[in-house]
């Protein structure tokens, strides 16, 4: 069934409950009310009778003359009055009325409870008891509430009209209503639908009011603007994944080409395949690079999560840096060791850990002209910070912001020193993916610090298990 109908439907059967509901209070409630006023004016004639029949100055005709003058307002009205044993001794009818018959239970009823109302040939009646120090009467009296049927059929037609009425209207705005809605919504699912990978720039109208639609609207096109640009890094990331691995491809080719182009000494031959070999390796520490960055993107699924020691981890490093050159140098400085043994230790992997930090000690060796590293390894009560430091030539303004994307390299690196662009974007990743935070400090010609924050392992865990992070939005 359409929404429209749905909603209509809906909205027409919770009215209709209430409406129900209020009418049956209001004609329940207004029925009680006639029914206990009447009893009152019933109660009111029998105990009047009663009071008549008692005293000195009125007999039994001149009550009944009473009755048929017309004063009372009680309409095809009986009256009986019974003595001490339950004989009747006084009966009144008024000439449309039926004689009034009553038996011993109504009397003995009256009897035992003072005031006694009942139903009696489609009339109310009440049997009331009264006793003095002389005499003991019970008089009966019923009547007809001609007033309340009117006033109650009455009723009953203007409850239907208002029912009815108010039914219909709710049907009309109902349906006007889910009209607005359904066609708001197909408006935003027409405008999603012209959403594709191509034209990721169209945009939804929002407008300027805050309800729930134009909120979706808006959470809609946030949700785009993201996924533009996580398209945009990706695209970025191919055309330069490509192209850093096409250069050293496209150079060992054109080296094999000019070497088969003609009879060479070896010691050409020699230099060609030392120059190649250069390329194969700059090629391989390339896809090593591609291939880590891919693993840090893995959702946790694909991750092994485990204690580790920042100290132990750091104590290979300088062994690490000696193997790429000798010049390296790595001065390593570790604070008072807290004495909670888990202040020490971070929940992660160790191997990417590892290869975060060593491309921040690598990049202050390589980038500084004295090849030193100066790290210092410091501990809070939640957090371990681990400080590299160097003397190079720091990072420009410009290039700060950029430092942590993908294949960017500063200007001045660009053909000095080898590098790939990935180290710092891979070290990111790493340490995004752990909870911490990489923080830069950085003086032009005097150095540049690093500050790498990883939350200890107690921390950490409890962010783990009351979250599942969302790696996929990691650039
Ligand atoms: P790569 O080192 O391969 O160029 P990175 O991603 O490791 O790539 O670093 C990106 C850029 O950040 C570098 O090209 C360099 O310009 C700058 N950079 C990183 N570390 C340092 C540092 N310690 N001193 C100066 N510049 C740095």
Known sequence: MPLKYRITLV??????????????????????????????????????????????????????????????????????VYDAQNNLVFTYRDPDALPLVVNNAVLRTAKQRKKYFFGWD???????????????YTVIVASYDNDRVEWLSKLQAILAVCFFGSISIVIITGYVF????????????????????????????????????QQLGTTINELLDRLQRSFDTQRRFIANASHELST???????????????????????????????DAKRLGLLVKSLLEIAKASDSTGGIELASVRIDELLMGIPTEMKKISKLYEVE??????PEEEDQTVVY????????????IIHNACKFSPDKTAFVKLSFTPTYIVVTVKDNGPGI????????????????????????????????KRIVDLHKGDIRVETEVDKGTTFVITLPIERLEKEVYNSETPDYSTLN
Request: proline share 2%; charged share 25%.
């Open 11 to 80: 909205y027409t059967f919770i009215v209709t409950i209430i409406m129900l509901l209020l009418c049956w209070a209001i004609y329940f409630y207004s029925a009680q009310n006639r029914v206990i006023q009447f009893q009152e004016r019933l109660y009111r004639k029998a105990y009047s009778t009663a009071v008549l029949l008692k005293s000195q100055r009125f007999n039994a005709d001149e009550v009944k003359a009473i009755n048929e003058s017309g004063n009372s307002s009680l309409f095809r009205k009986s009256i009986n």
């Open 332 to 337: 390593l400085v570790f604070d008072e060791f």
């Open 248 to 278: 050293p491809l496209t150079a060992i080719t054109s080296q094999l080409d000019v070497a088969l182009q003609r009879e060479r000494t070896n010691e050409e031959y020699k230099k060609i395949i030392k120059s190649i070999k250069d």
């Open 178 to 213: 889910s009209l607005g809605l359904v066609s708001s919504i197909r408006n935003l699912t027409n405008r999603i639908n012209r959403i594709s990978a191509d034209n990721f720039l169209y945009r939804l109208d929002t407008g300027s009011g805050k309800d729930e639609l």
């Open 396 to 427: 420009a303004p410009d290039d700060l912001e950029h430092i942590f994307q993908p294949f960017f390299r500063g200007y001045k690196q660009n053909n000095l020193i080898y590098g790939s662009g990935l180290g710092l974007a891979l070290s």
């Open 348 to 359: 992660g992997n160790m191997p990417l850990l590892y290869s975060a930090i060593k491309n």
């Open 122 to 136: 489609g009339r109310d009646a009440v049997a009331i008891n009264y006793k003095d120090a002389v005499n003991e």
